[in-house]
């Protein structure tokens, strides 16, 4: 154990035994004793603090020892109740493994039962199956035999019916044969005395047919608009007119720039019109969907407020009953769209139309559509004169018109196409109006027979304008003439016979073959008088029409 060493301060009692003033006092003495008695006291103290500290010291070793004892026994505890445990466990494992291996056992054996069971029952079912199939089989034999020999009983009584039914069907034959032949040279004779007569009365027909035909074409070429001057000032109406929509189209845009919300609006209608018509195709069905988008752009037309035009001077003769403003007003917001609408159909026949006859045939068939519904009219009058005045701007030549395609007025005269202030080229003039003529037709020979609505552009204006083009003095024909003419009957032959029967092969007859012989030439030699020859003999290899 380690030395406590305790320092006592030094007692001023001490100090002042040192001075000598008192070392024979009686008090020094007392001093003395009671100093040491304090010293004795002090160390005594001291000793006690020791004698504890190392008691204390002793107990805690003490407590230490009995603490590791202790912890030795409780692990020693531990390691036998893990021990014991352990070998209960191994003896579970191995309890559990003996009743699996006997779970197992038993459902080998139940298995193999059940396997042995299903072999036996499908056995004896393939046995069952198969006595059964055989019984059955030896019925049908039993059957097959029988019916066999009874067909064979029928079919020999019916050989011998058939021989003697020959027999008699040969005989009958004969006679009947004998009489037919009699008959038929009879019938011939007859025939030959009957076809004689018909085609001598089909030739008369066709000649008396040819000739009132060539006098119509000539006749309505004369009477159908009046005098050349009555003709002219008709074309000049159609003209005035579209100049007319011109000036009203550019001031019905400044009108709606004014109103945002209308600009944005008209701006979409007209680029869905142009849009829809150029989606036009060929095919049944296929133009549905466009021709649904400007109906439905025609309808927000009447819908949407605008300012009313006198719809009199979009008419080349107004109807005697638009007198009144309350009868002559119409939206002018319905004018537009169908403006926009026959630019659109102008253009696409100018263009496509041009290259592709048949073409035209969407277009016109929409054309009808839209003009002949009465939503799109005013007061039951359709409003086709809009697209005619753009038709007469662009192909004259279907009234009539003529002049000298070698100069700039003829050419003016001719509706021929500036484009950046210089005219086209002559193919892509004559692929336009070729476009046009057919388009024309698309739209003149539609047939309303069946429908409840009024055709606003009958058939009867397709013979007058092939009388225009027929009774232009042959002088003054132009290869434009001729490649119009050619693009109004190449796909619009059979219409027009449908229509016009008989008088229709004899004006045909008229436009394709005695009409090119009257002329110049110096216009046979073109290449529009070439392609009507070249259209005779396609009727004659495709349509199997002769009108030679």
Known sequence: MARVRVQTPSSPLRAKSISPKFDDSPSRQLMLDLERALGQTQIHETELHKVHIYGQRLFREHLDLVDAKRAQEDVAALDAAASRHETVRKEAEAELQIWCQEVEEQ????????????????????????????LEA???????????????????????????????EDALAQEKAERE?????EQTLAEEKSQAAEEEAARQKAAQAAAQAEHLIRSQGQSSAGSSPDKEASHQRYLQIHQKLKNFRKEFWAQCKKDT?????????????????GQLTEGKGANKQPTERIKSTLKDALTIPSPPVDIRDYFAVPPPEFQTPEQNQCPSLLVYSLNIFSKAIISQFGGESGISISAAEPAGVLVAQIFATTEYQCRGHSLIDILLAKLHLACPVLWGVYGDESTPEGRMRLGWRKEGGVYISESRHHERVSGLGAGFASIALRNFTKSRLRNPFPPTNFWECLANILNVPPGEVQPTHLFVLKAMLENSVERFIHFYGSAAIAALRLALVTFPTTLPPRVQDTAGCKAITLLVDMLIREKNLRIE
């Open 181 to 185: 032949r009699k008959q038929k040279e």
């Open 138 to 168: 030896e019925r049908q034999a039993r059957i097959a035999k029988e019916q066999a020999a009874a067909r064979k009983l029928a079919e020999e009584k019916a050989e011998a019916e058939e021989a003697e039914r020959r027999k008699r």
């Open 261 to 277: 919300n209308l600009k944005t609006k008209v701006g979409d209608m007209r680029r869905a019109i142009k849009t829809s018509v």
């Open 107 to 134: 459902e080998r054996l139940k298995k193999e039962h059940e396997e042995r069971r299903l072999r036996e029952q499908q056995a004896r079912a393939r046995a069952e199956a198969e006595r059964k199939a055989k």
